[in-house]
């Protein structure tokens, strides 16, 4: 209900809204849902690759680290190779659950007791290293991967086979057995040294995909030519099932006395089948053996995250991990995420600067970052590790460009050049500082003749003070400061501009500023005017402004959406509506306005309102800012992390 009350109070706050990108249209109709919208969320900035429990909490594995939870008191650790590590990479983990932990990195094995980490080299498989088990007592671990299976015993590698790769490791102490899923020798089971191999005869294949361990017995997952199969070990003998229909299977696992089975992101819950005229559920475990087992299946209502990268029994409870979500705790019924909200920490405002169809760089208002075909990574300064990333765009000639704050406080541009690998600062005549506070970019934009405008504040310790505006001419690095009475260089000639600024349209050889106290319009002979709530805005507070085709400008502000046609603003009917806070907006080439909300994301398209939320996809409703790169994607920043969204039409 609230939802829909806020969806009509955002028509209500455009109802009167005249001068639509590209041209006037009729006012919109009507708020309806999209018919279909592709939408991917991240918040973690990489992927979870391992999950195990030590000492009451929860060890994950990351590509950046090793992410120590404390489920008590819901808060993070991350450990690094400062804390001891051999590498950030983790790719695998393995402990006995009191006293000892296990690591496989990219660069090595480290053993982690009494507080001490203790590193081994030279592991047989390399960087190769996928899976992880030890002993009770945590003295022998096993490795595996895709060259094979080694284990650490008495600090001596010893490598049990090279000739198949593992895809999955399971040991169970009560019976110090190991079981080995492979990829062309089917399942192992070793003793020691030693290992008894169960071939396609008994399996109905030699690809084993992933094994889960039960209370009576262990189920394998089975690669097949045609479809994926099932095989279960129960009271010492093998049985086959078919899955009807065919499904591809993604994992199985045992948790709280469950069987679970998961195809894409939907997951069934497996249980005995007491009477054969029960109805066997959504799918259907076909028994390929006799006196096989039978199984009803349960379709879980909940739905995983997408990409799940590995799913581990641990604390009472089964936990997923994801590409791009962090980890969550599964009941069967509810998830419940932990994450470090690596994304969105300290985000203000998305800026986004895309090389190619599949690689963008984007900054949030603190950190920088490349998603590369869907996968997320940092992107630091070489020489200021203290570098906050403001913005990232690209230049005329194709190349990076960021304007970052400095350690020292002071703002600096960086560009990378086409084809280039590291970022190099521009030499900036005068330097952007100020002894008064470290600085801010409350806005950059790229305007006309090669220039960067940005928008200046001083952080404080009770905020945030407006500074005026810095515009660089990113051919010869000169700078003009806009601005009066914040300790900044002084430029002859300057505009006293000392609003907190939000940012900048560019129409028709005029410069329009949002502000914290209207919207500041620059003309060509450099003469200033200032539109406040007497020149029709219904609020002097701006959010974002952008232009439109046809000369048109749109702001963002906490009382609505509202648009300039050189003349009026034309707003809302109704001033200060539920819902009428608008955070960023843009214009596309195409005449349709979209603009982030409390609510969602919405796009004005034809006099027409079109809004999504939580219910489509979205990591959140809430919205702080959009951007939307070359292929008409829209990207959205939250609170929590990231939502791309491809809407559809």
């Not at 991350?78 to 009191?98: C, E, I, N």
């Not at 300064?381 to 570098?387: I, K, N, R």
């Not at 009026?568 to 109704?574: G, T």
């Amino acid at each position: 209900m609230l939802r829909r009350q806020l969806a009509l109070n955002l028509l209500a706050a455009i109802s009167t809204l005249l001068g639509a990108c590209p041209k006037k249209t009729s006012v919109p109709r009507s708020t309806t849902k999209p018919a279909r919208a592709q939408v991917e969320t991240y918040t973690e900035s990489s992927s979870v690759n391992a999950v195990t429990p030590l000492g009451g909490r929860l060890w994950v594995g990351t590509g950046q680290g090793l992410v120590v939870w404390d489920l008590g008191k819901l808060t993070a650790k991350v450990l690094t190779v400062d804390d001891g590590l051999p590498g950030d990479d983790v790719r695998t983990l393995a402990s006995d659950g009191k006293t000892t932990l296990w690591v496989g990195t990219a660069t090595g094995v480290a053993r982690l007791r009494g507080g001490r980490w203790t590193q081994f080299g030279d592991c047989p498989l390399g960087d190769s290293i996928t899976s992880m088990a030890t002993t009770r007592d945590g003295e022998t671990v096993w490795v595996g991967g895709p060259k094979g299976l080694a284990r650490l015993q008495h600090e001596r590698w010893k490598t049990l086979f090279g000739r198949s790769g593992v895809t999955g490791l399971e040991y169970l102490p009560h019976k110090g057995a190991l079981w080995v899923a492979t990829r062309r020798h089917g399942v192992l089971r070793c003793l020691g040294v030693r290992c008894e191999q169960f071939g396609a005869e008994l399996l109905g294949g030699i690809h084993v995909k992933g094994l889960a361990t039960t209370n009576h017995g262990v189920l394998a997952l089975m690669k097949g030519a045609g479809d994926d199969r099932l095989a279960y070990r129960h009271k010492g003998r093998w049985h086959r099932y078919r899955v009807k229909p065919s499904l591809p299977l993604a994992w199985a696992s045992f948790a709280k006395g469950q069987l679970f089975l998961a195809s894409g992101h939907e997951v069934f819950r497996l249980l005995p089948r007491r009477t054969t005229e029960t109805p066997p559920g959504p799918i259907e475990l076909a028994p390929l053996t006799s006196g096989a087992p039978e199984f009803i299946a349960q379709r879980v209502k909940r739905q995983l995250p997408r990409r799940v990268t590995v799913v581990r029994q641990a604390l009472g409870s089964l936990w997923i991990g994801s590409q791009r979500l962090g980890v969550a705790r599964f009941n069967g019924d509810l998830l419940q995420y932990f994450r470090t909200n690596d994304l969105a920490e300290g985000a203000r405002r998305l800026s986004l600067a895309c090389t190619s169809k599949t690689r963008c760089y984007f900054a949030t208002g603190s950190r920088l970052f490349l998603r590369d075909r869907g996968s997320i990574r940092r992107i630091r300064y070489e020489d200021d590790s203290d570098a906050v990333f403001q913005w990232v765009g690209m230049d005329s000639a194709g190349g990076l460009l960021t304007v970052l704050r400095s350690g020292t406080g002071a703002l600096e541009i960086a560009r990378r050049a086409k084809g280039a690998s590291k970022l190099l600062p521009l030499e900036l005549k005068p330097a952007i500082f100020t002894k008064r506070g470290p600085l801010r970019a409350t806005f950059v934009r790229v305007g006309p003749r090669g220039k960067l405008w940005m928008g200046l504040a001083i952080e404080e310790p009770d905020g945030v003070r407006g500074a005026g505006m810095a515009v660089v001419d990113l051919h010869t690095g000169t700078v003009s400061i806009h601005g009066r009475g914040a300790g900044l260089p002084v430029t002859p000639g300057a505009l006293g501009v000392t609003s907190e600024l939000t940012g900048a349209a560019f129409v028709g050889g005029k410069v329009y500023l949002g502000s914290h106290s209207g919207v500041i319009r620059i003309d060509k002979d450099h003469s200033v005017r200032i539109f406040t709530e007497n020149d029709g805005l219904r609020s002097e507070l701006i959010q974002d402004i952008t232009a439109g085709p046809g000369g048109s400008v749109y702001v963002a502000t906490s009382a609505g959406l509202g648009v300039f046609d050189g003349k009026v603003w034309r707003f809302s009917a109704e001033e200060g509506a539920p819902g009428g806070m608008i955070s960023s907006v843009l214009c596309t080439t195409d005449g349709e306005i979209f603009f982030g909300s409390p609510a969602g994301l919405h796009r004005l398209s034809r006099g027409r309102l079109t809004s999504f939320d939580e219910s489509d996809g979205l990591l959140q409703s809430g919205v702080m800012s959009v951007a939307r790169d070359p292929g008409g994607r829209l990207w959205l920043m939250h609170k929590t992390g990231l939502s791309i969204v491809l809407p559809g039409r």
